[in-house]
């Protein structure tokens, strides 16, 4: 049986870091990365032959859990009609209507691969249809790795950005503005000084590449108001809330309108996927309707579309999301009472099916420096603590936990008895 170490190190000859997705290396929590072969509902089995019970799902996209059987015979008898035509299928429009018909804020909507494409197409489309350059978004905020979103906070809130990676150019990265998230005073203050200059506000309506951060009272509300003040377009974020915290996302839950929202993970049901859609007069901005160019050769791939519509069919079944988050509110109510007794101080987020954990003295964590300045080397020796015990957490501090359909009472009562042995240790 070959070992993670060799199968680490053959991967690393020819792959940067062994990993397709920096994501996926222990860069977080130190250690290799585990390599994987199967997965069946809320359990994965690595490449030793030993089961994990898995919170992290993909990051996002699996929401029914592993090799879910109608979305895998979906996929099969799909895939045996033909992989691509490059032409309309009647599976797009499917899902179009669909999605249109669950996220009532979007009446058009264009597939693309990633989550990635969706947010750089829908910052393109709000430069367009405004005619402006400059682009809000919040520290702590993740869109993928857009070059306009590759950037952090300059020196103040009313600074340019600066790009936090090599190979974005400054004179790009300038006409990103960062805040800070939870922030409205921040927001309606650079709106009053340049709002006349801002194409528009892209957020993600629950943080959930800062662990998890649900938005506080008002917050999008607040958004809403200056955009619509101010004629900048708002963009919901939604590739890892959609169809997550609420049939129809975070929109839905926390009753904010976007004019543009971008989708993938769960409406992919697996596959690749991403989406972007809104208001008609936006989306008509689009090629070849308007003059905002935007393609793809496999965009609205049949296989895709399959996944994607075997999963929100099941999703749609009347009380799923509420059994998700019980679900995820029974596990974070058990690992804050076993830390309490163990001494341990610890604070826990729950939205839908995202979890996030943060060993910190504060009560809440509504804001990016308290995820920072949470005790990351305790969150280290607990990750490793679980997974020695057959709990697979994201191997990140910053990122959310994720519960499917498919974890059940078993699952969380095992995952508390590791949590309980793994508190020990650290109290
Ligand atoms: C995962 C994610 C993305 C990027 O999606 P990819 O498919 O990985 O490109 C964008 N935005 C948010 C909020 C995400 O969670």
Redesign the pocket.
Same mark, same amino acid.
């Given at each position: 049986m070959p070992h993670t170490h060799e199968l680490f190190e053959a991967a690393s000859r020819h792959i940067p870091g062994g990993v397709n997705s920096p994501v996926r290396a222990f860069k977080g929590v130190g250690g290799e990365p585990m390599f994987f072969k199967r997965g069946e509902g809320a359990r994965m089995i690595s490449e030793s032959d030993r089961s994990y019970i898995d919170y992290v799902g993909s990051?996002?996209p699996l929401i029914l859990g592993h090799a879910n059987p109608k979305v895998v015979r979906a996929v099969q008898e799909t895939a045996a009609q033909g992989l691509s035509f490059g032409t309309p299928t009647v599976l797009e429009t499917r899902m179009a209507d669909k999605v249109c018909d669950l996220v009532p804020s979007m009446e058009m909507i264009r597939m693309v691969n990633? !989550?990635? +494409?969706a947010?750089m197409s829908a910052i393109r489309l709000a430069r367009g249809y405004t005619g402006r350059d400059k682009i809000v978004k919040f520290e702590g905020n993740?869109? !993928?790795h857009v070059d306009s979103l590759l950037v952090k906070a300059g020196s103040g809130a009313l600074t340019f950005g600066s790009p936090s990676s090599p190979g974005v150019p400054a004179s790009l990265a300038e006409h990103t503005l960062t805040l800070t998230y939870n922030d409205a005073d921040g927001v309606r203050e650079l709106f009053e000084h340049m709002g006349g200059q801002i194409a528009g506000i892209i957020v +993600?309506p629950v943080a959930?590449?800062m662990n998890c951060v649900p938005p506080e009272p008002g917050f999008l509300e607040t958004l809403r108001e200056v955009c619509d003040a101010h004629g900048s377009v708002l963009i919901f974020?939604e590739?890892?809330t959609g169809f997550r915290v609420a049939l129809g996302g975070a929109q839905q839950r926390y009753g904010t309108t976007p004019d543009l929202t971008?989708l !993938?993970?769960v409406v992919g049901g697996g596959m690749p996927v !991403?989406a972007f859609g809104g208001r008609r007069a936006i989306m008509e901005q689009l090629s070849p309707l308007g003059p905002v160019y935007q393609a793809g050769t496999l965009a609205g791939n049949p296989v895709t579309m399959a996944a994607g519509l075997a999963t929100l069919e099941q999703i749609e079944e009347p009380g799923f999301h509420e059994r998700l988050e019980n679900r995820a509110r029974e596990l974070a109510e058990g690992l804050e009472e076993r830390a309490r007794a163990h001494g341990i101080a610890m604070t826990t987020n729950v939205v839908g099916g995202m979890l996030g954990i943060f060993f910190t003295e504060d009560e809440q964590v509504t804001r990016y420096h308290q995820v920072v300045n949470s005790n990351l080397d305790r969150f280290r020796l607990f990750f490793h603590g679980m997974l020695n015990r057959g709990i697979y957490l994201a191997p990140a501090p910053f990122e959310a936990c994720f519960l499917s359909s498919a974890h059940g009472d078993a699952e969380i009562r095992e995952t508390l008895e590791a949590a309980d042995a793994t508190l020990a240790e650290l109290g």
């Open positions: 990051w996002g990633s !989550g990635t +494409e947010t993740f869109h !993928g +993600e959930g590449n974020d590739v890892m971008c !993938g993970k !991403g």
